[in-house]
């Protein structure tokens, strides 16, 4: 009797043990990953603080001088205007671009007209082109209507915006998720397609709407290859990827490294402000979109 | 070898495992031959179809009107002189837009007629009498006359289409006045913008958007890949570009007697693509589910702070971060020299973290996962939370332990529900320019392959290679697009192998 | 207020799918007409049709002498309940309620009038301020007809309004919908699956089956004179009894012998027999469960049978019984009929006579499977 109560004793604490090794062994993996994904900006951060003559890459890891020199020298530089100029692109793009993947995936979502399938399958088919390949041909025809380089901020909110029609799937998911019988029951109410747009869909769609306003506002500033084409050379017209870029170049480098941290800093921190407030939406949109495919 | 049902389920479980894989291999041709069938359907449908609407234009003629028959000339004609006033002139409008510019001066009937030969006559030198030199003179612009005799091309059908629009219209309203009803007047056609007819409206500017800055780039860049547009053959300042047939794409694939190196390097770089862009969905992918169980595992404290820590990491644009990372993991970086200080690299030796082949290719595919993981692990665990608990619990009543949980459960659920994802995404990776680029710019440089278009080098995927080549001191824009072209082949041919054998389209309602 | 015609209606879906095959209806004012059949029947799609939710491939629908084939839905005048509600889940009941008379531009005034008279009749003013979400199901369902209510429109279309709602639930509202009809008094167009509804709640019946009507008629008509086995066994419950038999004639009297007893058919059903110029043939033989009679001695033209399920249900009893040849019939008995004594040898295996009333028989051809006393 007593021996049975002692193996199931041990039984018990044996899973409970085994549980809390296990546990241990994940606390432990994650606060490494913790350090690992979070060393990076940490660093960055410190070494804007870098003051001192070497602007280079160093072994310090923590600042022997810290200073506000790097910040400060940002203002000689064009940064200011790189900035403004992604700003600029990522206000108007996410607006646009919002209005056209709604008019788009609503569309697609919600009428049953004859060419759906045909323009479904046909945007999929154009989707597996390179997109790249068509910057060589933008750039030249921007660069006829005189939108390049120094003026490449209006060309490139026309590239970004022109195409975004193609990036529906995700909102149409969200869209296919509220049921038709609303639309119905409003066009019986009375109301016209339009209306029905406006007053119902709208107002349900308010996750994807964010969703889609924050990945279009957050795409120019990650955009390189684009943004880089088309400013061909000339400072005024970069946005900060393609400027910051240049100052990590074998030439700037070791003049630049830590303005670039800089530089880096006042970019993202109020990207991720922004991005942490409306995390719940990124999250939705993303889950959502995988699901669906 | 047919089995039934039953048969099948009484073999060993090897053999079932030996039937599945082959049928997987018998049906890569069935579907690639399926294809072919459907693209034969497809010709044939729309065969048929033209010869059905062109019956339709001939017979509207003979028993129209004579107001449908002035139609045919003039378009609009039929609207207007029955009241529908605002699509009549609209119609017309277009006609006379599309008239002026086709027979103007330099207008779409000068662009087609140069089109075949891309320019006669180059850029050349010119006798200037008021400063009695030579001064170069520019002639015929090749690239324009193979933009706009594109844009002339897509005009031209867009005339045929309306005007058949115009056609059917004129039938149309014979047929609604002769049973005595009454037309839409131009109010309705207005108010039906908003209703009826909404996505005509919501697509229009999305569509035009589309097919002004995607399609017909594309179409204009596919015909690039016949030509030699090149920085040196730039159409306009310097030589005139030319139709050269199939030529690029011999030099690409090594076909003929040519120089092979392209070829060779075509080989090695899509070999590399491939390989990165396999590990780098399928690291991700498995990596990103484990770090969402681990969150999700029941007893682990503080879930929410482990994974707003990784969300953050998505938030900073990645151009900073993978910028600097890669300075991070150079020759003289912060890694080499933290090595060095601690004593574990002797004096200035360093690691080839991302300067030699075979290290580079593995420190991209690592510091991807750096990347990948917050992605992964956010949609991991949105699907893991939605996996029914019951079949959980009905597993553990089965007996079933948490391996066993994990590969008859999970594992299925999520690649059941991610299929399509890992499509898009494993093709997201061939075409991810961004985390080569900003890490290490293709390099190092492949020394074999560095006599090739672009200097390629070992870590450079294909499009990446394309970049270098467009924006390369040649500006090969030809190879460039002969690149894009059979990406778009590769990429589609897996799509479709993959699209076919993918249970989620298969049995869509499996899991649901 | 408005009469509802259907002439030829068809429904084609993607070209070659028939939903709905020539489908002809005269709806008269004032009228509740219920559209009843298994899923896929063409039911609902109809109802759509007439909505103007779905396109109408060809004939004609008229309300009130209008052609209507192409007014949008809300130009047609109509309201609508649907099966899942529909409710808006951003806006309060006030506002769900509100939304068609705003939409009209009624002053607010008069809006307030309206929604307040209609919350009031359903009993959900209490619950004016809510989101849809707050509700129950039973709630969510008056909120969903008082939306159609307050509109005044020439139809009422519902669309199985209930079936979301649970059996007691759906018992108390089918007999709010009675109630609501006097009150409205309109044209009614109600779609449901569960025969039980259209029985109590329709005026008309319209029995439908793979896109075709089956019989059109009123509640008595169709359970006492179905047309052809499939209305017969639809409607009614437990379903009708059906047996394969031959039908005879020994001069001016007419037999039928299900498992070899042989059945004189008399009455009413024997002279209309001989009246119809009926031919002797194979036929299947039909009689509901509440029709058979349960003897516990064996008699002349009593079928022998042994019992094998016995359910109580409270006012009546359901057997399931055996005849010799395997067959199974059901038999509906009431429990105040029954002596204590006799209730008690219902057990597994007891053996039992089944009695068929001649006036309670149906005889349908057991080649074309239509009734061989209704005619067109």
């Known amino acids: 009797m007593k021996q049975n109560e002692n193996t199931s004793l041990k039984k018990h604490m044996g899973m409970k043990a085994k549980t809390r090794v296990s546990n241990t062994i994940i606390y432990i993996i994650l606060v490494l990953m913790t350090i690992i994904w979070l060393f990076p900006f940490v660093s960055i951060v410190l070494q804007s603080f870098r003051g001192g003559p070497v602007k280079g890459m160093t072994n310090e890891i923590i600042p022997s001088i810290w200073s506000l020199e790097n910040y400060v020298a940002l203002a000689k530089t064009d940064f200011f205007r790189w900035y403004l100029n992604t700003l600029i692109m990522a206000l108007f793009v996410s607006v646009l671009q919002t209005v056209i993947v709604l008019c788009m995936s609503y569309t697609l979502s919600r009428f049953r007209f004859k060419m759906r399938k045909g323009l479904m399958r046909f945007m999929l088919i154009l989707g597996m082109f390179p997109g790249m390949l068509t910057m060589i041909i933008l750039y030249r025809v921007l660069k006829d209507l005189g939108l390049t380089q120094a003026n490449a901020v209006p060309g490139l909110i026309l590239v970004y915006v022109a195409s975004s029609g193609m990036g529906y799937y995700v909102s149409k998911g969200f869209f296919d998720t509220i049921p038709k019988s609303l639309d119905e029951a409003a066009r019986i109410d009375g109301a016209t397609r339009a209306q029905v747009l406006t007053k119902i869909i709208l107002p349900l769609a308010k996750p994807i709407v964010i969703y889609t306003v924050l990945t279009s506002f957050m795409a120019p500033w990650g955009d390189f290859v684009f943004a880089r084409y088309i400013s061909f050379g000339a400072s005024k017209g970069m946005n900060v990827a393609v400027g910051l870029f240049n100052w990590l170049s074998k030439d700037q480098i070791n003049s630049s490294y830590t303005m670039f941290c800089a530089g880096g800093v006042i970019v993202a921190i109020p990207v991720t402000i922004i991005f942490m407030c409306l995390q719940k939406y990124y999250v939705e949109g993303v889950t959502g979109g995988a699901v669906k495919g | 070898m047919k089995l039934t049902d039953l048969e099948y389920l009484k073999l060993p479980k090897w053999r079932r495992a030996l039937i599945k894989i082959a049928q997987f291999f018998i049906s890569i041709p069935k579907a690639f031959l399926n294809l072919f069938v459907k693209i034969g359907q497809f010709f044939k449908k729309a065969g048929l179809a033209i010869g059905r609407e062109i019956k339709d234009i001939v017979l509207t003629f003979k028993n129209g009107d004579w107001k449908t028959r002035i139609s045919y000339v003039i378009m609009g004609f039929g609207n207007i002189t029955r009241g529908q006033i605002l699509r009549g002139l609209l119609f017309l409008l277009f006609e006379g837009v599309f008239l002026f510019f086709m027979f103007k001066p330099t207008g779409g009937l000068y662009w087609l007629s140069m089109l075949p030969s891309l320019g006669k006559e180059g850029p050349g030198k010119a006798y200037d009498p008021v400063y009695d030199t030579y001064v170069t003179a520019y002639h015929d612009n090749s690239f324009q006359i193979l933009l706009y005799g594109v844009l002339t091309i897509f005009f031209i059908i867009a005339f045929i289409f309306t005007w058949r629009l115009n056609v059917k219209q004129n039938k149309l309203a014979q047929q609604i006045l002769d049973s005595g009803k009454k037309l839409k007047s131009g109010k309705d056609d207005l108010r039906s913008m908003v209703d009826d007819n909404f996505h005509k409206t919501l697509l229009a500017l999305p569509l035009t958007g589309i097919v002004v800055f995607t399609v017909m780039p594309i179409v204009f860049m596919i015909l690039v890949a016949f030509t030699n547009y090149d920085g040196t053959h730039d159409g306009y300042s310097?030589?005139?570009?030319?139709?050269?047939?199939?030529?690029?794409?011999?030099?690409?694939?090594?076909?003929?007697?040519?120089?092979?190196?392209?070829?060779?390097?075509?080989?090695?770089?899509?070999?590399?693509?491939?390989?990165?862009?396999?590990?780098?969905?399928?690291?991700?992918?498995?990596?990103?589910?484990?770090?969402?169980?681990?969150?999700?595992?029941?007893?682990?404290?503080?879930?929410?702070?482990?994974?707003?820590?990784?969300?953050?990491?998505?938030?900073?644009?990645?151009?900073?971060?993978?910028?600097?990372?890669?300075?991070?993991?150079?020759?003289?970086?912060?890694?080499?020299?933290?090595?060095?200080?601690?004593?574990?690299?002797?004096?200035?030796?360093?690691?080839?973290?991302?300067?030699?082949?075979?290290?580079?290719?593995?420190?991209?595919?690592?510091?991807?996962?750096?990347?990948?993981?917050?992605?992964?692990?956010?949609?991991?665990?949105?699907?893991?939370?939605?996996?029914?608990?019951?079949?959980?619990?009905?597993?553990?009543?089965?007996?079933?332990?948490?391996?066993?949980?994990?590969?008859?459960?999970?594992?299925?659920?999520?690649?059941?529900?991610?299929?399509?994802?890992?499509l898009t995404s494993f093709i997201g990776n061939m075409n991810n320019f961004n985390v080569i680029y900003l890490l290490t710019g293709g390099g190092p440089t492949n020394s074999a392959a560095s006599t090739a278009a672009g200097s390629a080098g070992y870590t450079d995927l294909l499009i990446t290679w394309l970049f270098k080549i467009t924006t390369g001191a040649e500006s090969q824009y030809y190879f460039a697009s002969v690149i894009g072209i059979l990406v778009f082949m590769i990429v589609a041919a897996i799509s479709l192998i993959v699209y076919n054998l993918m249970p989620s389209v298969k049995n869509e309602e499996d899991f649901q | 207020m408005a009469n509802v015609k259907l002439t030829n209606v068809v429904k084609i879906y993607d070209g070659n799918v028939i939903a709905v095959h020539d489908f002809n209806l005269d709806i008269r004012d004032k009228e509740f007409v219920v559209f009843v059949g298994p899923s896929g029947c063409g039911k609902s799609t109809t109802l759509r049709m007439i909505a103007g939710l779905e396109e109408i491939s060809g004939g004609t629908i008229e309300i009130d002498g209008e052609v209507?084939?192409?007014?949008?839905?809300?130009?047609?005048?109509?309201?609508?309940?649907?099966?899942?509600?529909?409710?808006?889940?951003?806006?309060?009941?006030?506002?769900?309620?509100?939304?068609?008379?705003?939409?009209?531009?009624?002053?607010?005034?008069?809006?307030?009038?309206?929604?307040?008279?209609?919350?009031?009749?359903?009993?959900?003013?209490?619950?004016?301020?809510?989101?849809?979400?707050?509700?129950?199901?039973?709630?969510?369902?008056?909120?969903?007809?008082?939306?159609?209510?307050?509109?005044?429109?020439?139809?009422?279309?519902?669309d199985e309004p209930l079936s979301n709602l649970d059996a007691k639930l759906r018992n108390q509202m089918r007999a709010e919908i009675i109630l609501l009809r006097q009150k409205l008094n309109t044209t009614f167009v109600y779609v449901t699956h569960d025969q039980t509804e259209a029985m109590t709640l329709g005026d008309r019946i319209v029995i439908m089956k793979d896109g075709y009507i089956q019989q059109v008629g009123t509640p008595t008509e169709v359970f006492d004179m179905p047309k052809n086995l499939f209305v017969a066994e639809f409607i009614g419950a437990p379903k009708m009894n059906i047996m394969e038999t031959r039908l005879t004639r020994e001069g001016n009297r007419w037999f039928v012998a299900p498992f070899g007893v042989k059945i004189p058919v008399e009455g009413e059903k024997g002279a209309a027999l001989s009246r119809e110029y009926v031919a002797e043939q194979d036929i299947l033989l039909g009689i509901r469960p509440e029709h058979i009679t349960l003897c516990f001695q064996g008699g002349e033209g009593l079928i022998p049978c042994s019992l094998e399920v016995n359910e109580m249900m409270g006012s009546e009893l359901h057997l399931h019984?055996?005849?010799?040849?395997?067959?199974?019939?059901?038999?509906?008995?009431?429990?105040?009929?029954l002596s204590t004594a006799e209730r008690e040898s219902l057990h597994q295996g007891a053996k039992v006579y089944l009695g068929f009333e001649s006036k309670a028989l149906h005889f349908f051809s057991k080649e074309t499977e239509n009734n061989l006393l209704v005619q067109e």
């Open chain 2, 238 to 422: 310097n030589a005139l570009f030319t139709w050269v047939g199939l030529d690029n794409f011999n030099t690409m694939l090594g076909i003929g007697s040519g120089t092979k190196v392209y070829a060779a390097t075509f080989g090695e770089i899509l070999l590399w693509t491939l390989v990165w862009a396999f590990f780098a969905t399928f690291t991700n992918y498995f990596l990103g589910m484990l770090v969402a169980m681990m969150i999700n595992k029941k007893g682990i404290q503080f879930k929410k702070f482990w994974r707003t820590v990784l969300v953050m990491t998505i938030a900073i644009p990645q151009f900073i971060s993978l910028l600097y990372v890669s300075k991070m993991f150079a020759q003289n970086g912060m890694v080499n020299q933290f090595l060095q200080s601690i004593g574990v690299l002797k004096g200035l030796d360093y690691i080839h973290f991302l300067d030699e082949a075979t290290p580079a290719r593995i420190s991209v595919i690592l510091i991807n996962i750096w990347i990948g993981i917050p992605y992964l692990m956010l949609i991991a665990t949105g699907i893991l939370m939605n996996i029914p608990q019951d079949l959980y619990e009905s597993a553990k009543i089965d007996g079933a332990s948490g391996w066993k949980q994990y590969t008859k459960i999970t594992l299925p659920y999520m690649l059941f529900i991610t299929g399509p994802y890992l």
């Open chain 3, 68 to 158: 209507v084939n192409d007014l949008q839905p809300k130009d047609r005048d109509i309201a609508m309940v649907f099966q899942n509600y529909a409710l808006y889940p951003h806006m309060t009941v006030y506002d769900n309620i509100a939304f068609s008379l705003r939409l009209k531009k009624m002053p607010e005034d008069e809006v307030y009038e309206r929604v307040t008279r209609a919350a009031d009749i359903l009993g959900i003013t209490e619950y004016l301020m809510r989101k849809p979400r707050a509700l129950s199901g039973g709630q969510r369902q008056r909120v969903a007809i008082g939306r159609a209510m307050v509109r005044d429109s020439k139809v009422f279309l519902m």
């Open chain 3, 321 to 337: 019984v055996t005849t010799e040849d395997g067959s199974r019939l059901i038999v509906r008995v009431p429990t105040l009929g």
